[in-house]
């Protein structure tokens, strides 16, 4: 299988996936700590995650297929939100918990 098609197949898992450094429970890299974080402040609690140190090849190839060189990297319902200042923006003007309340998060 391709790796597009590896990503493809991993983002149709949850409505909601983060592709991060580590996991919820144990970040490791800040900006993914932060992004665990505002998706608790949010209230998503059904959301998926990536540790993308644990597979080199998700991590180089979602750089490609995103468009987007760095992580954390946050899905919803398959479509690129971005990292973790984007996601913050979205949280602090509201618009994030609106787009995790859709994607019944």
Not at 6 to 32: A, N, Y
Request: charged share 20%; net charge negative.
């Amino acid at each position: 299988m391709d790796i597009n098609t590896r990503i493809e197949e991993t983002l149709k898992s949850h409505p909601v996936l983060l592709f991060m450094k580590g996991s919820p429970d144990f970040p490791q890299c800040g900006f993914s700590g932060r992004a665990a974080q505002i998706l608790q402040a949010c209230g998503a609690e059904d959301y998926g995650h990536v540790n993308i140190l644990e597979d080199p090849e998700i991590r180089e190839g979602l750089k490609v297929y995103s468009s987007w060189p760095t992580f954390p990297q946050l899905y919803v319902n398959g479509e690129l939100i971005g990292g973790c200042d984007i996601m913050m923006e979205q949280y602090e003007s509201g618009e994030l918990q609106k787009t995790l309340a859709a994607a019944k998060a």
